[in-house]
């Protein structure tokens, strides 16, 4: 991934929109990575890609639920919490 500072990002944003729509670029401040900028057509497939996990976790939920399967509250919290820590 292309790397630019905020200033270059600022003094040579058209060169940047144009690099964007190949792969996306990586912004930093005082040496710290703030900020992606990805190309619209990327930006709405990560959209979609999000859309359709929500789905599918609805989905196995109600599977789930019809299944009598389904785990109490400390349980299901504890394992969201994992999954959202890796």
Same mark, same amino acid.
């Given at each position: 991934?292309?790397?630019?500072?905020?200033?270059?990002?600022?003094?040579?944003?058209?060169?940047?929109?144009?690099? +964007?729509? =190949? %792969?996306?670029?990586? /912004?930093?401040?005082?040496?710290? @990575?703030?900020?992606?900028?990805?190309?619209?057509?990327?930006?709405?497939?990560?959209?979609?890609?999000?859309?359709?996990?929500?789905?599918?976790? +609805?989905? =196995? %939920?109600?599977?789930? /639920?019809?299944?009598?399967?389904? @785990?109490?509250?400390?349980?299901?919290?504890?394992?969201?919490?994992?999954?959202?820590?890796?």
């Amino acid at each position: 991934m292309k790397a630019v500072t905020a200033n270059e990002a600022k003094t040579q944003f058209g060169n940047m929109l144009m690099s +964007v729509q =190949r %792969a996306p670029v990586q /912004i930093s401040k005082n040496g710290k @990575a703030v900020a992606v900028v990805v190309s619209m057509e990327d930006y709405e497939k990560m959209e979609e890609l999000k859309l359709e996990m929500l789905k599918e976790r +609805v989905h =196995r %939920a109600q599977a789930e /639920i019809e299944a009598g399967t389904t @785990a109490g509250g400390d349980a299901f919290f504890d394992a969201l919490l994992a999954e959202t820590s890796d």
